[in-house]
């Protein structure tokens, strides 16, 4: 496992960033969280007034590894070099966030080293492999779902424009990051391209801001099983329980839209939450044509669902005549209304032209 030894202390960068400019131009007096790409126009970036910005990166922990570098050389390299402030996720997830922020010259002198080694090491496995045709760089940035929408415009007549515009690849993901509320958008090209790109996205990010409840997306180690007991969430690692509060989070925001009332006696989430609390049933019915998007290749969504919700889902096979699939959820009151949660937000995502099976 490559770790960063250089790596600020945990939580560094994760508070509201203020994004400053100007105070005759309209877009004075925003202010962002780290949580999202926040980034001024071309003119700010070229002009290099006094704009501070918060880019997020999601990436594989092969890649993370070579971008950190031998005890840590490449990034504390990166860091002098670019001024920026970079940190990196914990190791021990087979993906990981590198959160990039400073002044929008210090980020972008970041950015562009970051996607020079990653095409170095394209470089270096091309000469070790028959292939022909060279693969591009490709990055991955985390936004907040609420944003997509923006971001592919309407019948997608904004993302053609940042493709055409900047020649880049532009795919915005169907389906939010496990236990958050947000998206990964996948950019691929060249560096100028995907640098180009990058502003662009992050001026829309800015122009709608988030909407409601935003949970970011924290990288966990993969198959961690789920379990829910006094009011709080944890994932069972090893012997131990380790406290999830952001899908904590995610099932009280279910809950709040939740059509099952909790019992009287209990105070706040808690007791929809209990592992103990009694197992109940809620049918849903959804059109044929969009159980696929439910189901997901493989069942590879619906199994996610019901991994974190925790519930039993059951889907009905098709009867003849009937334009419509009746979906069977039981388990507490927490687990129907996450997993109604999951699927409703998928549906969504579908209806939106966002989803992908």
């Known amino acids: 496992m490559v770790t960063d030894p250089t790596l600020p202390p945990p939580g560094h960068g994760t508070n509201s960033i203020p994004v400053t400019k100007d105070a005759s131009s309209p877009l004075s007096r925003t ?15 070229e002009g290099g007034l006094n704009v501070t910005l918060t880019i997020r990166l999601l990436m594989h922990g092969k890649e993370v590894g070579s971008i950190i570098g031998k005890k840590g050389e490449s990034v504390k390299k990166m860091r002098e070099e670019s001024g920026a402030r970079i940190n990196i996720s914990e190791g021990n ?7 990039l922020a400073g002044p929008t010259t210090s980020i972008f002198k970041a950015f562009s080293m970051i996607i020079e080694k990653l095409e170095e090491d394209i470089s270096s496995a091309m000469t070790n492999s028959t292939a022909t045709s060279r693969p591009p760089v490709t990055l991955r940035i985390v936004v907040p779902a609420s944003q997509c929408g923006s971001l592919i415009g309407k019948g997608g007549c904004k993302i053609k424009e940042i493709r055409e515009s900047t020649g880049a690849q532009v795919q915005v ?3 939010m990051l496990p236990n958050s509320t947000e998206r990964a958008i996948t950019i691929a090209g060249t560096s100028q391209s995907i640098i180009e790109c990058v502003k662009q996205v992050c001026v829309v990010m800015l122009e709608s801001p988030p909407k409601g409840v935003t949970i970011p ?3 966990k180690p993969s198959g961690s099983p789920v379990i829910f007991a006094g009011g709080q969430a944890y994932t069972v690692q090893g012997q131990h329980a380790i406290p999830q ?36 049933s809620h049918e849903l019915t ?23 919700s925790g519930a039993q889902i059951k889907i009905a096979n098709p009867v003849e005549g ?8 039981t388990g507490s009151p927490a687990s129907i209304s996450l997993a109604e949660y999951l699927i409703n937000a998928r549906l969504s995502s579908e209806a939106s032209g966002l989803g992908t099976n």
């Not at 997830?93 to 959160?99: D, F, G, K, S």
């Open 217 to 219: 997306y924290r990288p």
């Open 173 to 175: 993901a169907g389906d």
């Open 31 to 45: 202010s962002l969280t780290s949580r999202s790409c926040s980034i001024m126009d071309s003119d700010v970036i």
């Open 286 to 308: 959804i059109p044929n044509d969009l159980i696929g998007c439910i189901i997901g290749r493989q069942g590879a969504k619906i199994n996610e669902i019901r991994q974190m």
């Open 245 to 280: 509060p952001d899908l904590t989070k995610l099932h009280q925001l279910a809950m709040q839209q939740s059509p099952f009332p909790l019992a009287p006696s209990s105070t706040g989430f808690t007791a929809g939450m209990d592992a103990s609390a009694q197992a109940s």
């Open 93 to 99: 997830c087979p993906e990981r966030i590198i959160t």
């Open 322 to 329: 009937s334009s419509d699939r009746q979906v069977t959820i």
